[in-house]
Structures are given as structure tokens and as C-alpha cells.
């Protein structure tokens, strides 16, 4: 089987996965990958991700022009095209709207908390890109302020993205971003996660070196910020208090400010050991409480 034929199989096949774990709707969703120096095979503009063919993919040069192909290439092609401007290194690109990380994303709540070993050694932190209406160049700009330092974006309001060298890679982390986000809602939801602690992160980013993972960029100094507004971002930023001799770290340790006081606010956290509610009986408090208004 030639190079691009085979390609073309793999697209489809992702885009089966895809539509069958729900995580894309309808037509959303784009796959790309690179052909060669010069060429990009991408899918098709209006069409289900679960429902497609190999004569249906598009191929392109690196600045967007169709090459070949019945059908129109992915509306979004520009950010697959910002991803390969700046990470030379990546072969293919998966963009999907995974229910449970899309929702973290229109919270505007990044995954950036050491939580599981896998996805502190496979992808560091995740964290969310700034609103680009789809289609524009605006997203494009958004996924290149954070490309160079991460393998998996959150887009705010609007999906995820994750790279790889292939494309089964860039489809399995995208996996990982949608069970990392299922797995932080049950635990914000049970009172809180459990963080790694900075120690133990260490030690795990020892292991990316025997396990082959190659990290795009290293973990931010604990005191470190995100990058400014216009800056491309260098380093990962990831919550993982320091505590010496410790593997985990309660989730009342984590500091007063930032995220913690961001979850109270949501409801995720309960901060002062104050009462706590299920959904029925805030529910039910709810609805006697508009009673009583009226």
C-alpha cells in the first residue's frame, strides 16, 4: 500500500473513532497530516467525520491552496496550518470537540493540575487557548501563542487540538485530554482532587527520558506565570505544590488563591468544611425558594 493511500485509510479510521466515542457532532472536527515537505493531506469541509472515504481527503500546500481533491479542504485549515509553521517536528494534527474537555474549556478551566502520572508524563499540562471565531485567522493566532510548548490545547468555547509525529498519536492524546477531563469532573465533584506533589512530577518527568517521550518544552518554575498576552508561551505551566517527602498533596494544602478559590466558586470545592449539598436537594432549595418569591 502506497504512503498516502495508507494515510488516507488512517484519516477515516480516526475519523470513525472519533464520531463513535462522541466526540465530534455532525460535521465538526478536522484531521490533517503531512505528506511531504510540500503537501498536506487534510479532510474535506462539510462532512461527517464518521462517515467518510479516502477519495473524499484534500490535499494542500502549507499556505492552504487546494492541490487536489473534489471537495473543499477543512474550514479550519489555518490552525492545523499555524501548528506546522511552528512545531516543524509534527506530522499530524486531530481537532474535536470531546464533550467533558469542551465543557472544561466554556468553564475556562484549563487541565493544568498534576493529577494522573500518564498524562503528567504523555502531556504535561493543558491548557486553554484564547477565543478565535472558528474559521479565522484569530484561532490560528490563539493555537500559536501556545503550540510551541504543548502537544494538547483546550480552545475556549470551542474544542480541543492535540499533535503528534503521527496520526494514531495526535487521535490517542486526544483520547487522554477527554478521559483526563472525565476523570477531573468526578473528582472536583466527590469534594477534589489529590495533586502530585512537585517532588514526585520531578521524578516523573525523569521518566519521560526512559520511556522515549519527548516533552515540547519543560515544566514552568513553580512561581513562574503563563506568558504574556502577544508572547508565545515557553514552558508548561502545571499545579503541583511542593512538598518534601510527600507523593500526594490534599486538595485543602493547595493554596488559597487561583484555581482552588476558582472550583469554591464553581461549587467543585468546599473550601471551609461548610454543608454540603447533592443536586436533588439544591434542587429542591431552588424551587421552594422561587415559590417563595412569588
Given at each position: 500500500?502506497?504512503?498516502?493511500e495508507?494515510?488516507?485509510?488512517?484519516?477515516?479510521?480516526?475519523?470513525?473513532?472519533?464520531?463513535?466515542r462522541?466526540?465530534?457532532?455532525?460535521?465538526d472536527?478536522?484531521i490533517?497530516?503531512?505528506?511531504?515537505?510540500?503537501?498536506?493531506?487534510?479532510?474535506?469541509?462539510?462532512?461527517s467525520?464518521?462517515?467518510m472515504?479516502?477519495?473524499?481527503?484534500?490535499?494542500t500546500?502549507?499556505?492552504?491552496?487546494?492541490?487536489?481533491?473534489?471537495?473543499?479542504?477543512?474550514?479550519?485549515i489555518?490552525?492545523?496550518?499555524a501548528?506546522?509553521?511552528?512545531?516543524?517536528?509534527?506530522?499530524?494534527?486531530?481537532h474535536?470537540?470531546?464533550?467533558?474537555?469542551?465543557?472544561?474549556?466554556?468553564?475556562?478551566?484549563?487541565?493544568?493540575r498534576?493529577?494522573?502520572?500518564?498524562?503528567?508524563?504523555?502531556l504535561?499540562?493543558?491548557?486553554?487557548?484564547?477565543?478565535?471565531?472558528?474559521?479565522t485567522?484569530?484561532?490560528?493566532?490563539?493555537?500559536?501563542?501556545?503550540?510551541?510548548?504543548?502537544?494538547?490545547?483546550?480552545?475556549?468555547?470551542?474544542?480541543?487540538?492535540?499533535?503528534?509525529?503521527?496520526?494514531?498519536?495526535?487521535y490517542?492524546?486526544?483520547e487522554?485530554?477527554?478521559?483526563?477531563?472525565?476523570?477531573?469532573?468526578?473528582?472536583?465533584?466527590?469534594?477534589?482532587?489529590r495533586?502530585?506533589?512537585r517532588?514526585?512530577v520531578?521524578?516523573?518527568q525523569?521518566?519521560?527520558?526512559?520511556?522515549?517521550i519527548?516533552?515540547?518544552?519543560?515544566?514552568?518554575p513553580?512561581a513562574?506565570?503563563?506568558g504574556?498576552?502577544?508572547?508565545?508561551v515557553?514552558?508548561?505551566?502545571?499545579?503541583?505544590?511542593?512538598?518534601?517527602?510527600?507523593?500526594?498533596?490534599?486538595?485543602q494544602?493547595?493554596?488559597?488563591?487561583?484555581?482552588?478559590?476558582?472550583?469554591?466558586h464553581?461549587?467543585?470545592?468546599?473550601?471551609?468544611?461548610?454543608i454540603r449539598?447533592?443536586?436533588?436537594e439544591?434542587?429542591a432549595?431552588?424551587?421552594?425558594?422561587v415559590?417563595?418569591?412569588?
Amino acid at each position: 500500500m502506497q504512503i498516502e493511500e495508507r494515510l488516507r485509510a488512517d484519516i477515516v479510521e480516526i475519523g470513525r473513532r472519533l464520531h463513535d466515542r462522541g466526540f465530534v457532532a455532525s460535521n465538526d472536527g478536522n484531521i490533517s497530516v503531512r505528506l511531504d515537505a510540500e503537501r498536506l493531506l487534510t479532510t474535506p469541509a462539510g462532512v461527517s467525520k464518521g462517515f467518510m472515504t479516502p477519495d473524499m481527503m484534500v490535499t494542500t500546500d502549507f499556505s492552504g491552496r487546494k492541490l487536489t481533491g473534489e471537495r473543499e479542504p477543512s474550514s479550519e485549515i489555518l490552525m492545523h496550518l499555524a501548528v506546522y509553521e511552528h512545531r516543524p517536528e509534527i506530522e499530524a494534527v486531530v481537532h474535536a470537540h470531546p464533550p467533558t474537555a469542551t465543557g472544561f474549556s466554556v468553564a475556562g478551566i484549563p487541565l493544568d493540575r498534576a493529577v494522573l502520572a500518564e498524562v503528567v508524563t504523555t502531556l504535561g499540562s493543558i491548557p486553554i487557548a484564547d477565543y478565535g471565531t472558528p474559521s479565522t485567522s484569530e484561532l490560528a493566532d490563539a493555537v500559536r501563542h501556545y503550540i510551541r510548548a504543548h502537544d494538547g490545547l483546550l480552545l475556549a468555547n470551542h474544542g480541543a487540538l492535540t499533535v503528534a509525529h503521527d496520526l494514531f498519536g495526535a487521535y490517542y492524546k486526544m483520547e487522554t485530554v477527554e478521559h483526563f477531563a472525565r476523570i477531573s469532573l468526578v473528582a472536583r465533584q466527590l469534594g477534589g482532587e489529590r495533586l502530585l506533589s512537585r517532588e514526585e512530577v520531578n521524578r516523573l518527568q525523569g521518566l519521560r527520558d526512559r520511556y522515549g517521550i519527548a516533552a515540547p518544552a519543560p515544566l514552568c518554575p513553580p512561581a513562574r506565570e503563563e506568558g504574556k498576552e502577544g508572547e508565545d508561551v515557553s514552558c508548561q505551566v502545571l499545579e503541583a505544590p511542593s512538598q518534601p517527602g510527600a507523593r500526594l498533596v490534599e486538595a485543602q494544602t493547595v493554596g488559597s488563591g487561583g484555581a482552588a478559590t476558582r472550583d469554591c466558586h464553581l461549587g467543585l470545592l468546599d473550601p471551609d468544611d461548610g454543608i454540603r449539598l447533592t443536586y436533588r436537594e439544591l434542587t429542591a432549595l431552588i424551587a421552594d425558594a422561587v415559590k417563595q418569591l412569588r
